[in-house]
């Protein structure tokens, strides 16, 4: 080692002699680097790795959707030859049937399965298990890697019988790796082939040596020695000289062993990031999986030092469901070390717009099935790419027994770089988890030398130097790490002039890095881009927020009633709305198939819930016959539709009978209405010219204005400018009023070029908040509307609420950060409030919004175009809270619980558990994962220590405290002390 430092070093003081020698030939060595050397690596000397041995006879069998292997029987099957077209339609299937004879005194060494169909494919054994993974690649990755595609497999007992015999199904899909295509999908390869060892062995070694020079400075002399050399192995392919393979390995070794030294050492983990849908559907990801997984068994048969990290249960359980040979594959290799499960959560969700709950809900059915499959819970959560993290999220992981997290998704952040790439995550309650963002910035390397050159450039001053990670593989469209990728690593290996590389599990690079002296980063990661996913599909966001309630509500039912409910059932639905919160699909990012489908299910999601209550007599949905079901016994004020009139429950006692409104006074316009908190007076737009506090003092200089922008951007993103455009606002066309004494209804009808807006505005006499509901026929593309609203009183701060807490953002724009802060996320309200006064906007599923200059902005509805088309009909509803008082946490937080409660309405009295601190909120009591009693969760809210006495119902006691896994952390009697925002769960028998 010391000999090579000092090697290095004369070395580099040799480059700095030679600069100016150097310096004349520049042109001529990028020609050869570009225009020579990679053209023939690119399209010549692939052609020496393979020769063709025997073509295969092919027929096919086309259907739009999968057809399981077991109904092949059922199919026609019609001749194909290589150049034909299968398929004119994306996402298109077929079963592809693959026939020949290899001659019986063939030597079968080294032969190959060559397949290629525009798209993807899998290879299946007799019964029909999964054995390889094949795909065309992306036009995405191709630009770099050159060879993402998968399509050789060898000629084994899955090929071809001992009396050479083919007789194999490949399961194709007519969209190549990451969802695009290009019209027609054509069978490009079906043969066999032989492997010439040799050749390939120098491909892969031309491939790493032109990779390092592709990534470094013709200053470097080390670069030149390594062009020149390749130049004469390129020479000896071109000109056809003699023994090619012993003279170009002798040039590749002595070119591989030059002098260097590197003490950054990286840990190497092949990953296949698949989105659960995105660009293609929920049921093509599954087939994604599939050949995904085959494909990295695959690889560790092939490669003893290959180590591959899975990190979503859900994909695993689909494995165990559909393709259990495949499944207990994985196990075998897991148990073996190099199969690794990570990712606590269900999926890898978003963080944002789903609940508190939900986000438990993640770790749990994640770490549960980790547990229960593979032996042992993970303590890494892996979180690649979503689109922002919550300041609730470290302790969740604390609390779910993970001490680190995975990102790579901040790195995107496009006004500012964020400070570390290793660091502490203290989140609102200040637990905090061991956090690595890999400095190539990616999720899809390409574990080739200029993935370690560019790591090691992005490291900041403020990060440790001598180790980090790289995550190889093709992601997004799943495929994972290709036979490139992991020969490049072992040939990197032996380059003392690059950074240490090595494969190895994630976890031990974290129990490595944990002992570092690292920075703390608090608060909210927020990611300075993709903010529009706060808005994109409204209606699927709405949806979530159902269910989101309606579950937590009927889990609270049974555990009143003492009852455990059908696991089964609770724990299905439970993963299901998990799996829809996946961060291309709760976030609005995907193809409009993955939301025409969802639209499906969640009607399913409803249907189910409502039967499931109807069971104990109760029902979501409000009646006249039927009284509010107050199981918290907390204060309660509803208005809901019923027919053409309303119901209105008021109170706090056990069960709420409704005030029904049925009669009214129409008239088509209305100057102002006054209310016992306040009065609205209409300007002749439609909006509200001014709200006043009963005092007399004005709570908005304006508001609710419906400002419609231009839109260019696409589902994840809108320009950061738009606020520059002139002024349009939607056209009252029409309003109608109706009165019905303490409750009145105003519609108005509003217009912008064809699409239409209707806005139900609703104020009660007893009620602070008033309330609006939009029905939005949306049909111009490439537009965005907005309610805009100017408080009369304003704050550098607007405080939002998040999960199991809350933050305050900057309005102002004193550093890059905060200006990049132009729209931000809440889960139900915001808030900008002075000393004596203030206005805060509750929200059902509208999490977008922006406060800067004086005003508040919530994005109502956007009309995208891509990837998916945000159109027709969308509803969503918001309401304005203008308040006498300064900012109060606990306030505010009520009315939009109000606001957003999907409640319970029948004729029995329900008893849930309460406290008699407001600082603490009861967030869910559920019968027990394990079936042992139940599970009560609370939280401090307001930021603030406290202490809180429980009151459980009859019969039931508290047992002890556990963690969100339900696993028992202590002992718990007598009154319960809260840290500020801290998460508290106990487990309660009966």
């Not at 194999?168 to 066999?192: H, M, P, Q, R």
């Not at 709950?357 to 032996?375: I, N, S, T």
């Not at 409502?610 to 009646?623: P, R």
């Amino acid at each position: 080692m010391l000999f090579n430092k000092v090697k290095y070093i004369m070395n580099e003081v040799l480059i700095k002699m030679q600069q100016t020698i150097f310096a004349h030939k520049d042109q001529y060595d990028r020609e050869l680097e570009w225009l020579k050397l990679k053209k023939f690596f690119d399209k010549e000397l692939p052609v020496y790795g393979h020769t063709h041995v025997l073509g295969l006879e092919v027929s096919f069998a086309y259907s739009d959707e999968p057809v399981p292997f077991e109904e092949i029987s059922t199919l026609t099957f019609e001749p194909i030859k290589v150049g034909d077209v299968w398929a004119k339609k994306n996402f298109a299937c077929a079963w592809f049937h693959l026939k020949g004879q290899l001659p019986k005194d063939m030597d079968r060494k080294d032969l190959y399965l060559d397949f290629a169909n525009d798209g993807e494919g899998l290879l299946v054994d007799k019964t029909g298990h999964a054995v390889k993974g094949f795909t065309a690649g992306s036009p995405v990755f191709e630009s770099r890697d050159g060879m993402s595609e998968k399509r050789y497999y060898p000629v084994d007992e899955n090929v071809a019988d001992e009396d050479g015999n083919i007789d194999i199904y490949i399961d194709a899909a007519s969209n190549n790796l990451v969802g695009e295509f290009f019209g027609e999908s054509k069978l490009t390869a079906a043969a066999i082939v032989r492997e010439n060892r040799e050749m390939q062995e120098l491909y892969f070694d031309f491939d790493v040596l032109l990779d390092y020079c592709l990534g470094t400075a013709f200053t470097e002399q080390r670069k030149i020695k390594i062009l020149y050399g390749l130049r004469k192995v390129m020479n000896m392919f071109v000109y056809n000289a003699p023994d090619i393979y012993p003279r170009a390995k002798a040039i590749m070794t002595e070119l591989f062993g030059l002098a260097g030294y590197e003490n950054i050492k990286i840990t190497a983990v092949g990953h296949a990031h698949l989105d659960l849908a995105w660009l293609w559907p929920i049921r093509e990801s599954k087939r994604k999986a599939k050949r995904t997984f085959a494909s990295a068994i695959y690889l560790m048969k092939k490669y003893p030092k290959f180590h591959f990290v899975v990190s979503q249960p859900q994909q695993l359980a689909w494995m165990k469901e559909l393709d259990p040979k495949l499944y207990e594959e994985i196990k075998q290799f897991a148990k073996e070390g190099r199969f690794e499960p990570v990712g606590g959560g269900w999926v890898e969700n978003d963080t944002n717009v789903p609940c508190e709950e939900a986000l438990v809900r993640q770790e749990l059915y994640g770490q549960k099935f980790w547990k229960e499959e593979f032996g042992h819970y993970v303590k890494l959560r892996w979180l690649p790419d979503t689109f922002g993290y919550s300041a609730g999220m470290p302790q969740v992981l604390k609390l779910s027994q993970q001490d680190y997290f995975l990102t790579i998704k901040i790195s995107w952040s496009n006004r500012t770089l964020f400070p570390y790439h290793s660091f502490h995550w203290a989140g609102l309650d200040g637990s905090s988890v061991l956090v690595h963002m890999p400095p190539e910035g990616t999720y899809n390397s390409y574990a080739c030398p200029r993935s370690l050159i560019h790591s090691k450039n992005q490291l900041r001053e403020a990060d440790q130097k001598d180790d980090f990670m790289i995550v190889y593989g093709i992601g997004d469209g799943g495929g994972g790490p290709s036979v490139k990728m992991v020969e490049r690593l072992e040939r990197m290996e032996k380059m003392s002039y690059l950074p240490q590389v090595k494969q190895a599990p994630a976890h031990s690079y974290f129990n490595n890095l944990k002992n570092k002296d690292l920075p703390t980063y608090h608060g909210e990661m927020y990611l300075e881009k993709h903010r529009a996913t706060y808005t994109s599909q409204s209606n699927n966001k709405n949806k979530n927020r159902d269910c989101e309630s309606k579950l937590i509500a009927y889990e609270a039912l049974l555990a009143c009633l003492g009852e455990k409910g059908d696991k089964a059932v609770i724990d299905d639905t439970w993963k299901e709305v998990l799996l829809y919160q996946f961060h291309d699909i709760l976030p609005g990012s995907s193809i409009q198939r993955v939301y025409d489908e969802t639209e499906v299910a969640y009607e399913k999601l409803y249907n189910r819930m409502e039967s499931l209550v109807n069971e104990k007599g109760l029902s979501f949905v409000a009646d006249k016959d039927k009284k509010y079901v107050n199981m918290s016994k907390d204060s309660v004020a509803r208005i809901e539709k019923s027919g053409d009139g309303y119901l209105y429950y008021k109170g706090n006692g056990d069960l709420i009978a409704p005030v029904v409104y049925d009669q009214a006074v129409a008239s088509d316009w209305v100057d102002e209405v006054e209310t016992d908190y306040y009065t609205v007076t209409f300007d002749t737009d439609g909006s509200f010219k001014s709200i006043l506090l009963k005092d007399g003092r004005k709570a908005t200089d304006w508001a609710n204005k419906l400002r419609v922008f231009i839109d260019k951007g696409d589902s994840w993103d809108f320009e950061d400018d738009y606020r520059d455009q002139p002024e349009i606002f939607m056209t009252l066309t029409d309003t109608k009023v109706r009165n019905f004494g303490d409750l009145v209804e105003v519609v108005q009808c509003y217009e912008y070029k064809n699409s239409k807006l209707t806005q139900t505005i609703l104020m009660h006499k007893n009620e602070p908040t008033i309330q609006i509901k939009h029905d939005v026929r949306l049909v111009d593309a490439g537009h965005m509307i907005r309610s805009e609203t100017s408080p009369a009183v304003w704050s550098d701060v607007v405080n939002s609420d998040i999960q199991f807490g809350y933050l305050g953002r900057p309005t102002t724009d004193e550093t890059e950060h905060d200006a990049a802060q132009f729209e931000i996320c809440c889960q139900k309200w915001f808030d900008v409030s002075a000393d004596t006064q203030g206005l805060a906007v509750l929200n059902n599923a509208k999490n977008g919004f922006m406060a800067k200059e004086n005003i508040l902005s919530i994005n109502l509805v956007r009309s995208t175009e891509y990837p998916s088309i945000e159109r027709e009909f969308v509803s969503y509803s918001y309401a304005f809270y203008p308040h006498a008082g300064g900012f109060d946490p606990i306030d505010v937080d009520d009315r939009a619980k109000e606001f957003n409660t999907r409640g319970l309405y029948g004729n029995q009295t329900i008893e849930m558990p309460t406290v008699d601190n407001k600082q603490v909120e009861i967030t869910a009591f559920k019968p027990a994962y394990d079936g042992e009693g139940y599970i009560l969760r609370m939280f401090e809210r307001t930021g603030k220590a406290g202490t809180a006495n429980l009151t459980l119902p009859k019969g039931y006691r508290l047992d002890c405290e556990v963690d969100l896994l339900e696993e028992k952390m202590g002992e718990v009697s007598g009154q319960l002390d809260f840290r500020p925002f801290q998460i508290r769960s106990f487990k309660v028998v009966k």
